[in-house]
């Protein structure tokens, strides 16, 4: 009777719940990133590249018979050649798994204490309540990265021997990746903290009105993509030469492999912020607000290190996945001197560029919506009590919600297509060498359109961190 009556969605979704009708609606890729983020969702398809990468090009490491083909027949060699290409193909998921376990113990390991009235009342309270919090959040990426390398040396060892050179090669591959992610975030930490001066420096050129501020917040992301860029530039070089592309490849799963504890600090930034705002919503204390915007600023910094280690290693990923697809289409070099080929990178590095537009505007298209929905309930609900004479009515919140789910499937659509279409439209117009082209454009752009834009955007915001807490006008007054 009830399916009859209310239909069947509805009945499905009763009886099933919420979540499941969900998930059976709108895809189980739609509900994963709704449910655990965006972040979480890219890094986990960033994750599974990287193995991918890394099983793909396991044959390629040994070489075989000098010419990257297995040995022939059924003898010693050969079988000590499946082996090892079984040991290869299987390191990659051990990393992952013990690197789930070290993020488990990273995550706990974060531990703070409740500051004093005594420093509470200091001056510069908010600069050390912020360096306590990034030195706890640091210590578990720290510690989790450390374990994840103790135990790495132990699965390498176990299945190639402790004696091989091979074990420590990649090892040596696994410990660069999580440096360079380390070195990232902690260059990622000075350029969006408002303890160090890049941010400062933004909010100082606020005195002066809005282009000072805009101009320096784009130069502060501009420049940035140095230091990240160098770091990534001495990784891939030392992988090469320990491990080819396959080192490179377990690089990547390197960085990632403490992925729970870095993501936890990337979803940290959002919770302190939404927090404030039920704070502020709800008329709390004055205090409570003050405590909200200075976690809000902290999860600024770890959201913007959170994403570098996520462009990091889609970097040493994309560069392994490119040796993949030269080695399944035999393809031995990328001639950027062709016209064809050279044509191909440009037409590539305008794509991150092109998806970035695409996204940005469609934010923009979804917010002014939801903008215009809630006026329209403040209006005919009179939630705001404007009107004396009508009863303030309730929120239609599964409205807005509608409005944002349906943006966020529908306005995708677009990136989504093109990002099929353009890799065929490369190689059945050119070649494959051309196609190999346009990934390199592809890469190369978007790692610099990536870190500009994650860090000038958490610089800005902890800018206006910095002076809603009164930073600026200190530093006004010292002047």
């Given at each position: ?6 239909g069947k ?7 099933h719940?919420k ?15 709704r449910?655990?983020?965006k ?7 960033h994750?599974?590249?990287s ?7 396991a044959p ?6 000098g010419?990257?083909n297995a040995?022939?027949?059924?003898g010693?060699?050969?079988?000590q050649y ?9 390191l ?8 789930i376990m070290?993020s488990i113990?990273?995550?706990?390991a974060?531990r ?6 005594e ?5 510069d ?6 360096h306590?919090?990034l ?6 990426i720290r510690?989790?990265?450390?374990l994840?390398?103790i135990?790495t ?9 402790f004696?091989a ?5 990649l090892w ?11 070195a990232?975030?902690?260059?990622t930490e000075y350029s ?8 400062q420096s933004?909010?100082?050129k606020s005195r002066f009105?809005?282009?000072?501020s ?5 130069g ?11 770091i990534l530039f ?5 992988c090469?030469s320990?491990?080819?592309?396959y ?14 504890v870095t ?7 959002p919770v302190?912020?939404?927090?404030g705002?039920?704070?502020?919503m709800?008329?709390?204390?004055e ?7 200075g976690?809000?600023?902290l999860?600024n ?11 990091g290693?889609a970097?040493?990923?994309?560069l392994a996945?490119l040796a993949?697809?030269?080695t399944?289409?035999?393809i031995t070099?990328?001639?950027?001197s062709k ?6 990178a440009l ?5 991150p560029?092109i998806?970035?537009?695409?996204t ?7 917010a ?34 509608a ?13 989504g ?14 070649n494959g ?7 390199v454009g592809?890469i ?6 990536a870190?500009?834009?994650a860090?000038a955007g958490g610089?800005?915001d902890?800018a206006?961190k910095?002076?809603e807490a009164?930073?600026?006008m ?6």
């Open positions: 009777y009830q399916r009859r009556v209310h969605q509805w009945y499905q979704r009763r009886v719940g979540q499941w009708y969900q998930r059976r609606v709108h895809g189980k890729q739609w509900y994963q990133r449910v655990h983020g972040q979480w969702y890219q890094r986990r398809v994750g599974v590249g193995i991918i990468a890394a099983i793909q090009l390629a490491l040994l070489q075989g018979d010419n990257g040995p022939d027949g059924t010693s060699d050969y079988q499946k082996a090892d290409i079984s040991a290869l193909i299987a990659p998921f051990w990393m992952a798994g013990f690197g070290c113990v990273g995550i706990f974060v703070t204490s409740e500051p004093s009235e420093e509470k009342a200091a001056e309270f908010s600069d050390k309540m912020q306590k919090l030195g706890a959040i640091n210590w578990a510690g989790a990265a450390l994840s390398t135990l040396l132990v699965t390498c060892g176990l299945l190639f021997g004696s050179s091979i074990t420590y090669q040596g591959c696994t410990i660069v990746g999580l440096v360079s992610g380390l990232i975030g902690e260059f969006t903290s408002f303890m160090h001066k890049p941010t933004i909010a100082k009105g809005h282009a000072g805009i101009i320096q917040g784009l502060v992301g501009m420049i940035t993509t140095s230091v990240p860029v160098m001495a990784a891939i070089i030392a090469y320990l491990g080819n592309m080192g490179i490849a377990i690089a990547a799963v390197g960085m990632l492999s403490t992925l729970g993501l936890a600090t990337d979803a940290f930034g302190a912020d939404n927090a705002g039920i704070a502020e709800a008329y709390l204390p205090e409570v607000r003050e405590t909200t915007d976690l809000d600023a999860g910094t770890t959201a913007a290190t959170g994403k570098g280690f996520a462009i290693s970097v040493l990923t994309s996945l993949a697809f030269k399944a289409a035999s070099t990328i001639d950027v016209s064809t080929v050279l044509a191909a037409f590539g590095a305008m794509l560029s998806f970035a537009a695409l940005m505007m469609a934010v923009g298209r979804s002014a919506d939801m903008i215009g929905e809630v006026r329209r309930q403040f209006k005919e609900y009179n939630l705001l009590g404007t009107d004396p004479n009508r009863k303030i009515g309730t929120p239609d919140c599964d409205t807005c919600i409005i944002s789910t349906k943006a966020s499937l529908q306005e995708m659509v677009i990136p297509f093109l990002a099929i279409v353009a890799p065929l439209f490369i190689g059945y117009l050119l060498e051309s196609l190999g082209g346009m990934l592809g190369t752009s978007g790692c610099m359109l870190i500009y834009m860090n610089a800005w902890n206006k910095w002076i009164g930073g600026l200190k530093a006004y007054n010292k002047e």
